[in-house]
């Protein structure tokens, strides 16, 4: 009786176990543009657990809201590609603009927005059929874009003219333009109240804070050199922003717009960054021989991803990943 108990108490401990390590699971989602595929990571492990060919110089990924589907989109195509995220298998490439850089979603995920830097432009998608419902000339240069919660307002970072455009999605048209947003404008993140949005401005080794409400800049801080992505904690409180040269990540209050802490030392040609459900690991793509941009500036030495633990605000272990990898998004 008592070797059945402890049977049974080791075989709950061992369940008990099996759940807690599963509950946690998440995958890491990298595109790389020289090897042209979707590398896909499992969060813990750290391992790759499946790749998925895509178009030509695959540049940034990005995930509907209930995360079932992925939008890669490819800068040498001119394309986004669909992907179906649970089975992993690519559903349709769809044409997007010259040198297609970055596909939004709306926060009901019913519609797409693409970024096009080769023809100033971004395109609005039904994000069920894939129709496209409308071409809109925009700044110069337009890297992402970024939704407010209702759908809308849209946000475009123009890198070309360092302006940030303010679209009226019913209307599908431009109703506002912010400038001196810095040259490079690129990486674009919203605070979770739609009060505020972060730009980075690489070109002038900065990121910008804009009043969404006023179109107001209420900070405007030099961080590291050639600020690019970004990324918010999932409390919303903090961005992250890797600086490209300087291979550095400066962790950004979102209320106040400083610059709070700095986790040095992540790598060579940091880019891209995201981080895990519960916010204790961001994980930044480090550059390879570069495929896109001038690669003088951007081809790095270790192409993989940098793992950062949050909280201790220090790198924990490399990825080796080859290529160039440059998008990253989490799927829980």
Known sequence: M????WILGGAVVLLLLALSSHAGAYEVWVTNQRLNKVQILDGQSLKIIAEVPVESKPHNVTFSPDFKVAYVASVGSNDFTVIDAVTRKVVKA????KTCHHVAVSADGTL??????GEHTVMLYDAKSLERLATIEVGKNPAMAVFTKDGQTAYVSNGGDATLSVIDVKNRKVVGSIPNIGKGAMGLVMSTDGARVLVTGGGENKYTLVETGT????????SGKEAH??????????ALVPNRQSGDI???????GKIVDTVANVGDKTDIIDLSPDGKRAFVTLRGEAVTGDPAMTTGKE???SVIDVP???VVTKISLGGDPHGIAVRP
């Open 312 to 314: 201790g605000r220090k």
């Open 2 to 5: 008592a070797n059945g108990r």
């Open 215 to 222: 179109g107001k800049i209420l900070v405007d801080i030099v």
């Open 112 to 117: 797409l927005l693409v970024s096009n830097p």
């Open 303 to 305: 192409p993989g991803v």
């Open 250 to 256: 400066s962790i950004v209050d979102m209320g106040t």
């Open 94 to 97: 769809v044409p997007g603009g």
């Open 229 to 238: 992505g970004a990324a918010l904690t999932p409390d919303g409180k903090f």
